[in-house]
């Protein structure tokens, strides 16, 4: 919701500041200087802060807005911070740092024993066997002919 106010904000200032394109007014009304401009936005303002004092009954309830929007902005932010670090704390560590740690310990592969049933030890959710482990049958590549063939020369 505070993204499309802002963007809002920001397309109005964008397209105030576009030139008009050429068509030019020639009424005294459109022109504003700058001592102008700061005369009527002083007197904007001090209207604005006069709001609470013609209105208490609009403020009040206005500030109750501005909490009950500070505190569900409060609860969501809280809820994308979780959510992140739960992802970042279940994120693996990366393979080269894996590799670094059985280097230091132990050169040689561990061996995990497979039950009669077919599953990996306890402690491992794995259920892959040794077989299903095996890379899967290709046939082979067959060569391309030879240039006699391509040529339909015989064979000398």
Known sequence: MFFLLRMGFWLTVVCVLLPSG???TTSPDAHIDATQAVSLASAA???ARGFCDRQP???VVGGKVAVAIGHKAEAGARTIYEFISTRLNE???????IARSDTKT???A????VSATGAIGAASKGTLTPADL????HAPVPLPPRREARANRPAA
Do not use: F, H, N
């Not at 994120?91 to 740092?97: Q, R, S």
């Not at 095996?134 to 049958?137: I, S, V």
């Open 22 to 24: 050429g068509a030019k």
């Open 57 to 59: 009954d609009a403020c």
């Open 91 to 97: 994120k693996p560590a990366p393979a080269d740092t």
């Open 134 to 137: 095996q890379p899967a049958w």
């Open 45 to 47: 303002m001090s209207d």
């Open 110 to 113: 561990k061996m995990v024993p």
């Open 106 to 108: 132990d050169t040689t």
